[in-house]
């Protein structure tokens, strides 16, 4: 039997056996319970985990759990995803061609990056650089003045010259 990492189901069960002992008593209970002497063969709770190997006790409400934990789960998937793309090439070796999209003509990785095609810049160009019209500008040019480019709103001072009382304030 090979193991992997314990998964936290895996951990929980062993704290049950291993609770408040030394370091070499809980060596000797662990071994026993990697090799499933210590729990009651009865209980059809007590299972292995298909991922990591480890004995761990099934606490949902239909005992239908084949892994001690999300993290197992997820390991195992993984794996299975990794075996389907494997036999997926075997049996199908040609590389498949990726659909041309818009963005193929945009060279982001140059120095200066361009655009291939004009179509295609102004395709997807709209989308982040949507053009405004002039009574969206002249409302926000308006905000602008009365709030200023912090958001708060100013209080307009005039002050009134007359003459030469220009110079006191």
Known sequence: MSYNEPGLGAIEFAKHFIKNMNRNDALKVTTQLLK??????QDNRVKRCD??????KDNSLRNTRKTCSDGCKTSIKTLQKREQRANEFLLNPEKKEKKETLMDYYLWWLD??????EYAMIKVGWKFERPSGVSLMNYIEAKNELYGMGNRKTSKKVVNYHGNSKDEF
């Open 36 to 41: 499933g002497e210590l729990h009651d063969n």
């Open 112 to 117: 200066h990056p361009f655009w291939v095609q």
């Open 51 to 56: 991922y990591c190997g480890y004995w761990w």
